[in-house]
């Protein structure tokens, strides 16, 4: 009998570990699913048409990839990250010498426009976002066709938030959708994706580890075995990955941290669910399926 | 106050508080496929077998019944209790029988046979569930030859391995609180510590009991 309840006590005291409440768990279900909840509609008629491919004859307009990295910060209170921005032109008016497009960054896209003038330098515009989100803000930017660059700084109209100004130089790329890419050896070790785990921004078993660069859900058909034995974190970015291909600007910001530093990566559509292959629909069931599964039950008295 | 001291100092107490902790956690997962749904839960992730109907009928059976397993089993064990009232122990016991033997024991099989986590958790439920099956049987072949001696030994051996329905969990539970090993590892690992470490501990005391 002695032995027998020393048994159960062994029991109660995991148990009294189970119980302790997950307060990660809610973070989760703000950052997550950004993809499907598309937040912000662009009211700017005359910006609507901003999703077309640039013009690839023109000199100045294309898609403009890099790092928009705060100037000003606040490192008490929040992880430094240095997000991933596209700055679209979408035309120039050359005899009012204005200068239309779009940014996209942190699942955040914003019409902008305003004037700029020709010099030595190139393009210098000085441009504005509509002021009616939170996050709004005022660029000044060169562009340089020459070095098919794109430089400058952004200001936010409001200072209630953290990191209000940024600088960025910026590289012209092209956007083209390539199944077959893959995410580059070491992905796991994401410096800020392990900083924000350890700041409570993760929960167990959202580690990655090296099964991440082994699958593209975008290339071929997962099986079942394939992805049971996984982590839910590895599962996570393999689904993710799907929608960075497509070039989609993640609002979840463990999203970013994996993706933002992968170099084919370019944030340029903030809902891409039309652009998803059957294939790809089809993986992104089964590795969600499996993630649920993990997030529920994982680290449960369970199964 | 000296009472509840008393109370607090007896080890039944404790075990049994445990027990119903533990059985309302089974009646928790039991309770998530009810109502009748096959895309929930563990379900989630057998869609490849929810389409068999032997699959789903042995599912919901050993999902439904199993409970009873752990309600009608434990007090039968206490013979204090067998004393004072040696009819609710026949009743239990039938209850007992009948479910193990008609409904979880076979159903298991079924799910045994389509285990996740590859052959090596496949051979460890269906193990589970013939040596279940068989100790049961065994217990009822005895005490319809009024053999207590032996009824009361497969008992104990067939309700060891009814409680690794619970056991497997803590264990699942343990293992990945302690390292947070891969989802299908915990899986293969538990098929076999969820009852095999059971049996082993009735075994010893069965010797032990013999000896003394």
Redesign the interface.
């Known amino acids: ?1 002695q032995y ?2 020393s048994f ?2 062994a ?2 005291c ?2 009294a ?2 119980c302790q409440p997950k307060s990660t768990s809610e973070n989760k279900a703000q950052t997550d699913e950004a993809n499907t909840k598309p937040t912000q509609t662009i009211k700017d008629s005359s910006q609507s048409k901003t999703d077309d491919a640039p013009k690839p004859m023109s000199k100045v307009e294309g898609y403009y990839t890099g790092v928009f990295e705060p100037t000003n910060f606040d490192s008490e209170n929040d992880v430094y990250h240095a997000n991933k921005i596209t700055i679209s032109i979408d035309s120039l008016d050359k005899t009012q010498q204005w200068l239309y497009g779009h940014s996209i960054v942190a699942g955040n896209k914003r019409p902008f426009k305003g004037t700029y003038q020709l010099t030595d330098s190139g393009y210098v515009a000085k441009v504005k976002e509509p002021g009616d989100n939170r996050y709004d803000g005022q660029f000044r930017f060169t562009i340089k066709p020459d070095q098919q660059s794109l430089s400058g700084t952004w200001e936010a109209f409001r200072k209630d938030f953290s990191a209000t100004a940024t600088r960025y130089v910026l590289k012209r790329k092209t956007f083209k959708y390539e199944p077959s890419l893959g995410l580059p050896p070491g992905v796991e070790w994401a410096a800020l994706y392990n900083h924000a785990l350890m700041m409570g921004h993760t929960r ?2 959202e ?1 990655l580890s090296g099964d991440v660069v082994k699958l593209n859900a975008s290339a071929k058909a997962l099986k ?1 075995e394939e992805v ?4 839910r974190g590895d599962l996570e970015v393999i689904r993710n990955a799907i929608y960075a291909r497509h070039g989609y600007s993640f609002k979840n910001r463990k999203m970013r941290f994996v993706f933002d530093h992968i170099d084919w990566y370019m944030p340029i559509s903030i809902d891409v669910r039309n652009e998803l292959t059957d294939l790809e629909k089809k993986n992104i069931d089964l590795l969600k ?2 993630e ?3 997030a ?8 | 106050m000296r009472q509840l001291t008393l109370i607090l100092r007896n080890p039944v107490f404790w075990v049994l508080g445990l027990y119903l902790f533990f059985c309302y956690l089974m009646l928790q997962i039991t309770l998530q496929y009810i109502p009748y749904d096959t895309d929930v839960a563990f379900l989630r992730i057998k869609q490849d077998y929810t389409g068999y109907a032997h699959y789903r009928i042995a599912f919901f059976v050993h999902v439904y019944t199993s409970m009873l397993v752990l309600l009608a089993g434990f007090t039968q064990f206490s013979a204090r209790l067998r004393k004072k009232w040696p009819t609710a122990h026949k009743n239990l016991g039938r209850l007992y029988i009948v479910v193990v033997l008609v409904f979880s024991a076979p159903s298991g099989l079924v799910l045994g046979v389509y285990a996740n986590g590859g052959w090596s958790a496949q051979v460890a439920f269906c193990l589970l569930a013939l040596m279940w099956f068989y100790f049961t049987l065994r217990a009822m072949q005895a005490i319809r030859q009024q053999n207590y001696t032996a009824h009361q030994r497969w008992m104990w051996r067939s309700f060891a391995l009814a409680l690794s329905a619970i056991t497997l969990r803590l264990w699942k539970y343990g293992l990945v609180w302690a390292f947070q090993p891969r989802p299908m590892d915990v899986y293969r690992w538990v098929a076999w510590l969820g009852w095999t470490l059971n049996l082993i501990a009735i075994e010893l005391y069965i010797i032990y009991r013999k000896q003394s």
């Open positions: 009998m027998f309840t159960w006590w029991c109660l995991l148990w570990v189970a167990k078993g580690r079942k049971a034995n996984l982590y399926r499996y649920n599964h993990a529920r039950y994982y680290d449960v008295f369970g199964r």
